[in-house]
């Protein structure tokens, strides 16, 4: 008898620890719901995954202090995505653009915005022998072919990071 009040004890003394196991897990703040002033919600998730592919990659960025402001608008024209700079700095990406596109396009187009506005790149479109483009950098104007998915993701943001 004694043994089974010990047993249920353990039992409910193992539930109880495993609950606060899983509500202070919970207390941390997921990646994807990192907030950074003046940017876009849809934007967020993106802003922290350049900072943490960064990270990977000995690269320190922190995006809330340098005060990058991002947002969804109408873009006339043919540009997606543009970056600009003078006092502030600020991405604007063209909502219609966002809206169709899949999780790896929208990476791409705000790493190659924050490619210009946080780390000054220009454009890059050295290509590939199969005629792909081997940088995030390119302008979109032609001459490479965009080859961002699961499989190249890793090699080009090792490019991108590296100078
Ligand atoms: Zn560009």
């Known amino acids: 008898m004694t043994q089974q009040i ?8 193992t539930y109880i620890f495993l609950l606060i196991s899983v509500l202070l897990s919970c207390q941390k703040e997921p990646p994807e719901l990192k907030i950074y002033p003046d940017v876009s919600i849809e934007l967020c998730p993106f802003f ?24 969804l608008t109408k873009i006339n024209g043919s540009a997606v995505g543009i970056c600009i700079k003078h006092d502030m700095k600020e991405i604007l990406i063209d909502r219609e653009f966002w809206e169709r596109s899949s999780q ?10 924050l490619g ?48």
């Open 6 to 13: 010990n047993l249920l004890r353990t039992v409910k003394f």
């Open 48 to 71: 922290y995954s350049f900072e943490r592919e960064a990270a990977k990659r000995g690269v320190i960025v922190d995006l809330r202090n340098a005060a990058i402001k991002g947002r």
């Open 104 to 113: 790896l396009i929208k990476e791409l187009i705000v790493f190659h915005e």
């Open 116 to 163: 210009h506005c946080y780390l000054h790149k220009s454009h890059n479109n050295q290509t590939a022998t199969n005629g792909t483009c081997e940088s995030i950098m390119r302008s979109g104007l032609g001459g490479c072919i965009d080859f961002y998915n699961e499989n190249t993701r890793d090699d080009l943001l090792d490019e991108f990071f590296s100078n």
